[in-house]
């Protein structure tokens, strides 16, 4: 089992709409959460980061952690063509808070 | 201000032959990463440094050394080149924990 999983998708969704990407990690002592943006060919980006338990907003981005659920989320609202990259969620491990572990990506298309 | 600088973008290499990346960072931040990156597996970790004068192996050592120079240096060494390390790899930054990543342009290697 990875360590942090995503669905590498394509998810594929009209203009407007919510992108709902999802993140499974198997670490119950990670603490710190991450979204990464990349554009193909380029470097990743951060989107957002996370802690706490609940949704964090930022713009039209929100993140969501469920610590007990190992389950991170981020949703995209009014998705843009220009939101089409492949999303990266980033965890740490408890065996060293400075191993950031991400996983495969999930490849968004947002269709005209 | 030149964030993470990576060097060289493009290397070819036959098996066997061996080489170095470079990886300065004018930031000032403590903790320093190496990931590499295949196409559907997302990144992943290979060595990271907390600090000066620390390194730690990640998800995917094998066949790789590394150096941290000094604060703002940390260099990956390929011994003796193989197809399977045929790959894009980033090298990035973060004042220190797990914290928000700054990434390299990337450094893309084909090991014929």
């Known amino acids: 089992q990875k360590e942090v999983e995503q669905n590498s998708g394509p998810l594929s969704v009209p203009e407007g709409a919510i992108a709902s990407l999802n993140c499974t990690y198997s670490?119950?002592?990670?603490?710190?959460f991450f979204w990464y943006r990349q554009y193909s060919g380029k470097s990743p980006e951060l989107i957002m980061s996370?802690?706490?338990?609940g949704d964090k907003e930022d713009g039209r981005f929100t993140a969501q952690l469920n610590k007990a659920s190992q389950y991170v989320s981020l949703l995209i609202r009014d998705s843009q063509p220009s939101d089409s990259a492949t999303y990266l969620c980033?965890?740490?491990?408890?065996?060293?808070?400075?191993?950031?572990?991400f996983g495969s990506g999930t490849r968004l298309l947002v269709r005209p | 201000n030149a964030g993470v600088t990576q060097t060289p973008k493009f290397q070819v290499l036959k098996t066997g032959q061996s080489m170095t990346l470079q990886c300065a960072q004018d930031?000032?931040?403590?903790?320093m990463y190496w990931y590499r990156q295949d196409p559907g597996m997302g990144l992943r970790l290979i060595y990271y440094?907390?600090?000066?004068?620390?390194?730690d192996k990640g998800e995917v050592p094998n066949g790789y050394n590394v150096s941290r120079l000094n604060k703002r240096e940390f260099s990956l060494r390929l011994e003796s080149a193989a197809p399977s390390q045929t790959s894009v790899y980033f090298c990035?930054?973060?004042?220190?924990?797990?914290?928000?990543?700054?990434f390299g342009a990337g450094s893309r290697l084909t090991v014929l």
């Open positions: 980033a965890v740490n491990m408890m065996d060293s808070s400075y191993k950031l572990i």
């Open positions: 670490d119950r002592g990670s603490q710190s």
């Open positions: 440094s907390a600090s000066e004068g620390t390194t």
């Open positions: 930031m000032n931040h403590n903790s």
């Open positions: 996370i802690y706490s338990n």
């Open positions: 990035a930054s973060t004042p220190s924990g797990a914290n928000v990543l700054t």
